[in-house]
């Protein structure tokens, strides 16, 4: 680990204070490790080795957030209300609202043994009949988070369903501003105010109230190891809520390329080209399969997939503002300064009624 890593590790964790509150909340153990993973962009991931136990340390980035953003005790509350039910989701251990410990809020749950499908495809799945399945397993267990009776889990008041998607629009423009404060000095970003005044004119009046994930994509499930492919655990739950589930399927959508084109948007050029292998459905595939499964119309995608990218482009700017400030050494905020510029227009063509060329 260099000098710099060091440092920032530092900032993410103070261990002795950790060991001792595990002592004291689990028991004592005979192995202790902790170890940054790297792969997270948002809220920041720790692997904890407590004795035999593998753990999950989650917590928010070190520095300024935007208000409601990172909110790892969210998180942990909507997994745990969850664990009684058919929704697939990590085992939960522990939250802890004191700060003093490591610097920030936090939880814990364990570890998953499984396999992500990130910039490369799992070469289990490299059959067109496992990438079918994989895009099965997409809509059945986005179907089960929204089939849930969130009020039976607890969850009545964990959001408030009405406005719910008038109030993304609000809070992602909220976003741009918060980091606008400091990345506007740096480079405009063109677009934007149209984007945004079209989506404000374009909210969807009604939609179904349902759990949302808020984050619902291929790289944050994890698959047991085996085949076919079967979804262990849907991750990252820090932009849950009860609202509108159609602002998950345009999630997914968007994350779901059909051209080269859009594979390079989110990373390297041909990052995600795997998805356009033979066997992985197409977007109107996807539509149309949750459609059968819920007995609900997606009408407006226009109107999701601009949101999706709108928020998309909202993160990376927030990502950016971090970089600007000294608070991430992730390789790849530096990249936000032209990622975002490209992910607004991309809202614009798709709100122009064009697709990515």
Not at 268 to 277: H, I, T, V
Not at 298 to 318: D, H, P, Q, T, V
Request: aromatic share 12%.
């Amino acid at each position: 680990m260099s000098d710099g890593d060091e440092a920032f590790f530092d900032r993410l964790v103070d261990e002795d204070r950790l060991r001792s509150h595990l002592e004291s909340a689990l028991g004592p153990a005979d192995e202790f490790e902790v170890e940054r993973h790297l792969d997270g962009q948002s809220n920041e991931t720790l692997f904890v080795t407590w004795g035999n136990r593998d753990l999950v340390l989650r917590r928010p980035p070190p520095g300024e957030t935007a208000d409601t953003a990172h909110d790892v005790l969210r998180e942990y509350t909507v997994m745990e209300a969850l664990q009684e039910t058919s929704v697939r989701v990590p085992t939960t251990v522990l939250p802890v609202e004191d700060e003093d410990i490591i610097g920030s809020e936090f939880y814990l749950m364990e570890r998953e043994d499984g396999v992500v499908s990130r910039a490369e495809e799992p070469t289990q799945f490299a059959e067109p009949r496992h990438r079918e399945t994989i895009g099965r397993e997409l809509i059945d267990t986005l179907t089960e988070i929204h089939n849930t009776d969130y009020e039976a889990a607890g969850l009545g008041e964990f959001g408030s369903p009405g406005g719910f998607t008038q109030r993304q629009v609000d809070r992602w423009e909220s976003q741009y501003e918060w980091a606008f404060e400091v990345t506007e000095t740096d480079r405009p970003v063109p677009h934007i105010d149209e984007v945004t005044s079209w989506l404000q004119s374009n909210v969807p009046e009604t939609y179904p109230h349902t759990l949302v994930h808020g984050d619902y994509k291929l790289d944050n499930v994890m698959f047991a190891t085996g085949t076919p492919p079967e979804i262990a655990a849907v991750l990252d739950w820090e932009l849950s809520t009860v609202g509108d589930p159609f602002t998950d399927l345009g999630w997914l959508l968007t994350f779901w390329p059909e051209t080269t084109a859009e594979t390079d948007i989110f990373g390297s050029p041909g990052g995600r080209e795997f998805q356009l292998a033979e066997g992985y459905h197409s977007r109107d595939e996807l539509v149309d399969y949750y459609e059968s499964w819920t007995g609900y119309t997606f009408r407006n995608e226009r109107f999701y997939r601009a949101l999706a990218i709108y928020k998309i482009g909202a993160l990376s700017e927030m990502f950016y503002r971090r970089y600007l400030e000294g608070n991430a050494d992730n390789e790849t905020y530096p990249r936000m300064e032209e990622r975002t510029v490209t992910l607004v227009d991309w809202a614009r063509r798709i709100v122009n009624g064009e697709e990515l060329a």
